[in-house]
C-alpha cells in the first residue's frame, strides 16, 4: 500500500517550460489537493477536487492548471513556469465522508525555475 | 482563509524534557487538525480535536483547545530525537485545512 506517489521527486526547468506533476494514490480517496511550500510561509492550497471530474481553485491558482481524470490520480501542470514556482510542492488526498478525515501527504516535489 | 498562526517558530530542547507549542487562528472552526513534517518528507497527520473538546490524548501528545480564545496548544511529553520535526496546526473550515508556518522543533541528545 504506497499511499500518496507524487512523480518527479526533482525537477529542474527554464523559465517559459511547461511541465505536469502526476500524484497518485490508491486509497480510494474522493478528494486530492495541491498546494506549495514556500520558506516562513507554511502550506498555501493552489487547487483541489473533490471528487472524479472535478476540481476548484484554492488560495493561489494563479499560473497552474489542473486535472481529475481518474478518481486515484491528480494533475498538475505549469504552462509557462515562472521563477515565483520554485517551491516544494505537496499533493494530498483524504476520505469524503466529513472533514474531520485526515489528509495524506505525498513527499513532494522539489521544483526549481531558472 | 482561516489560517493557524504557530508559536513559537522554533523550540530547541533536550531530550526528555517537555515541548509545548501554541496555535492562534481567527475565525470559528469546526475541529482542528495537528501533522508533523520531517525534514524532506511529506505532512503527517497527528490528532484531532473537535471544536466540543477541550483536551485530547494520543500517546506522548496532549492537545488542548480553548475556542473562546481561538487557540490550541499541542504538548509533547518525554521528547525524543525521534520528535525533531515541524509541527503545523490546520483549523478546519468546510472541507480546507489551512496551515501556518509551524514551530520547528529540534531535539538535542
Known amino acids: 500500500n504506497a499511499g500518496v506517489t507524487q512523480t518527479p521527486k526533482f525537477r529542474v526547468l527554464k523559465t517559459g517550460q511547461s511541465m505536469t506533476l502526476l500524484c497518485a494514490q490508491d486509497m480510494n480517496h474522493e478528494y486530492m489537493y495541491w498546494y506549495r511550500q514556500d520558506p516562513g510561509m507554511g502550506l498555501r492550497l493552489i487547487h483541489y477536487?473533490?471528487?472524479?471530474?472535478?476540481?476548484a481553485k484554492g488560495e493561489v491558482p494563479d499560473g497552474y492548471n489542473v486535472s481529475r481524470l481518474k478518481k486515484q490520480n491528480f494533475l498538475l501542470g505549469l504552462e509557462s513556469a515562472a521563477p515565483s514556482q520554485t517551491s516544494v510542492y505537496f499533493c494530498?488526498?483524504?476520505?469524503?465522508?466529513?472533514?474531520?478525515?485526515?489528509?495524506?501527504f505525498g513527499d513532494g516535489t522539489r521544483l526549481s525555475i531558472l | 482563509s482561516q489560517q493557524g498562526e504557530e508559536d513559537p517558530q522554533a523550540l530547541s530542547i533536550q531530550e526528555g524534557e517537555n515541548a509545548t507549542m501554541n496555535c492562534s487562528y481567527k475565525t470559528s472552526i469546526n475541529n482542528l487538525q495537528w501533522y508533523r513534517q520531517n525534514s524532506g518528507r511529506g505532512l503527517v497527520h497527528l490528532i484531532l480535536?473537535?471544536?466540543?473538546?477541550r483536551e485530547k490524548h494520543s500517546g506522548r501528545l496532549r492537545v488542548t483547545l480553548d475556542t473562546s480564545k481561538k487557540s490550541s496548544s499541542l504538548l509533547i511529553t518525554a521528547s525524543r530525537a525521534a520528535d525533531t520535526a515541524s509541527y503545523f496546526c490546520?483549523?478546519?473550515?468546510?472541507?480546507?485545512?489551512?496551515f501556518g508556518a509551524g514551530t520547528t522543533v529540534t531535539v538535542r541528545a
Open positions: 494530498a488526498s483524504r476520505h469524503g465522508t466529513g472533514a474531520n478525515q485526515p489528509q495524506h
Open positions: 490546520a483549523p478546519i473550515n468546510d472541507y480546507k485545512l489551512s
Open positions: 477536487s473533490v471528487g472524479e471530474g472535478t476540481t
Open positions: 480535536i473537535r471544536s466540543n473538546e
